[in-house]
Every structure is written in structure tokens, then in C-alpha cells.
């Protein structure tokens, strides 16, 4: 990067799986006020931009921005929406300061899924309106298929997707923010209701209600306002093809060239090397071990053996999902991808808690906007700056 991007504050509320007693404007809100507080900034004065991630259908709302500035500060000032995940929101946010004209930039994504009654149906809407969705199918089916085809090629076996939902609910037992942590057997995995042969029920991430503000700023303001950045090294964003028919069942594509950009804008060489923790998108459980391998944190087939051995867990050489990820946390629909920047953030902060993990400076974050799409987003954050300051 021409100029470095730090963020500077963080705030968070959640994460339940209903909030019944709060409106989406009050989680963000709540969510607002603790991450300036957390960077010292006033957002009528100091804030020059504010970008959203939300999706209309679930909302319930068109041109959901108008709806954001009120609870965030923002009223007469910059905002819009970017129809993507949180980490395609922190790109956007990335991108304007790197302009010169914004010092800057909040960061806000959410979810009140329990306010959807019927989302498997809004999802559909994301399938081929010509080919796809006159098959009425649920989208999870998209999500069975993909984990056949990618266990069939990479030998991941119903056990190794069984410990990652093992280890990331047992993870979550030490958040306090998470919404389903629990001390499961790999055996109540694998028997637990079939969904989307092979994925069984507790395989699959259930959603949850919360709301995640971020505050970004250019290198000085960065410096100025905080004694300890943690800074945007890397980021990327890809999108492999929205047909069923077209796209690459095997590979996560879009985050291997997601990763590709991410690492060559943070100047990593070996990633497996290089980062010394992630949190990735694990909505379902095959989709963690798919995404260690599309990021080059391991070889092709090695995911699923590294975790049954204890590799991915707190103690292990590489750590992935201590929060507990989105098995345990809970999904939050396009807020996701914040809270595993989040977690990084926390982490490299040293204020991760019982689940701080020792001496590490250099973490990714990684998403994925769902089924039935292929659309994804990388980030690399550090401490330091290319390994200049520690």
C-alpha cells in the first residue's frame, strides 16, 4: 500500500439468537457508540465517510443507506451501502482512504436474521432466475453438493468436518459474545439430523443477532489516535461464476484469488509461514477445511488430517476460529466477515481474554457471502507494518 490503513476502534453488541427487546437500529447504535469511544472520535466531527454492508431482502428495505446514518452519526454525511459481505465493506472503506480524501471511514454491518421468517426463500432469490430457481429447491442443496464434490477430490471425511465443529463450539465456550458454544462429540456430529446429504445439522451454522462498528483512519490520524493500530496490510476480494452450471465445485476459487491479492499487496510470500493465525469462514463445517487450503495455509487434502490432529486448535501451530467462528458464534448474514475481523483485531490488541493466544502479530481474516453465491474476501492484519515495529 502507497499509504498504511489502521484500524483504531472497534465496538460490538451481540451476538444472540433473538434480540426481541432491540431493533437493528439500536444494536448498531449500541454498537457505534462503543467503537468511538474504543478511537476517541467524534463522528459529527471527525468521521469524513461511513459505508454499510446489508442486503435489501433482508431487510425488508430498498436503498437500505437511507436507513444507517441516524444510528451511526452519520446524518448529512457520506454513507452507502456496499451489497456484500463486511469484509467487502472494510475493502471499500480500505479504498477511500487510500484516495487521500478521506482520514476517516466507519465500518458498520449487522444481522436480525430472528426478525426472518422465511430466509432459505430470500436466499433463493440469488439463484439463476432462468435455470436454477424454477427447481425450487432449498439453497442448502447447493451447499450438499459442493461438500460432496469437495470431499470426494480433496479425501475429506465426514470425521474431519466433524472436528471442526468439535473444536470451533468448544472454542466458543471462552467467548463470552458467542451464541452456541458447547462440548459436542464428533459422534453427535455425524448423527445429528441429515439437512443436505452429507451435511448434518450441526454442521451448519445458525444464525444469530448482532451489530459490529468499525473505525478506520489513514496512517497519521491512525497514529494519532491510537498507540497500537492494527493494520490493513492486505486485502482482496474475488468472485468465481454466479452459474451452477459454470462454477468450480472442487475449489474455493474465489478465495484462492482473493488470497492472491491480499498477499501480494501485504508482501507474503508463504502464507503456511507467515500467518500465525486465522479466522475463515466456516458457515458450513466443510467449508472451513476448503477455505485452510484455497488460502494456502496448508496443501491441497491436508485441512481436514491437520485438524483431526490438533494442528487448527488453540495450541496448535496454526489457530483457526478461537472466537469459535460462525459454528459458534452464530452466523451474522453480512456481518460475518466483521466478526472475524474482529476476533483478529482482539487478538492482535491482547485482548482476546482466556482465549488470548501468545505472541502473535500477523492474522488473516477470511469470508463468504453464502449460498449460493461465490463471493469471498481476504484480509491480512497486522501489528506491524511489513515487520518494521513491533
Known sequence: MNTSVGIVGIGWTGFRPVTPEASYK???YEAAVRAYADA???PRRDVDSFVTVSEDFHEGTSIFDEYVPDQLGGAQRPVHTITGDGLHGLAAAVMQILTGRFRIVVVEGHSKA?????LPHITAYALDPILNRPLHANPLAVA??????????????????????????????????????ADLRAEDVLVSEAVASPITRLEISDHADGAIVMVLADDETARRLSPHPVWMR???WANDSPSLESRCWARAAY??????????MAGIGNPAEEIQFAEVDDTFAYKELQHLEALGLCAQGRAGPLTVEGATAPDGCLPVNVSGGSLGIGHLLDASGLARVLEVVLQLRGQAGSRQLGDVYTGLAQSWRGVPTTS?????LSSRLSGRES
Open 114 to 118: 430472528s426478525n426472518i421468517l422465511t
Open 26 to 28: 439500536e444494536l448498531v
Open 40 to 42: 476517541g472520535v467524534d
Open 376 to 380: 469471498g474476501a481476504v484480509a491480512v
Open 234 to 236: 492486505g486485502i482482496g
Open 144 to 181: 450438499g453438493l459442493e461438500a460432496c464434490r469437495y470431499m470426494h477430490e480433496s479425501g475429506a471425511t465426514r470425521e474431519q468436518c466433524a472436528a471442526v465443529v468439535v473444536k470451533n463450539r468448544r472454542n466458543a465456550l471462552r467467548n463470552p459474545a458467542a451464541a452456541y458454544g
Open 255 to 264: 478465495a484462492e484469488q482473493a488470497a492472491a491479492m491480499a498477499y501480494r
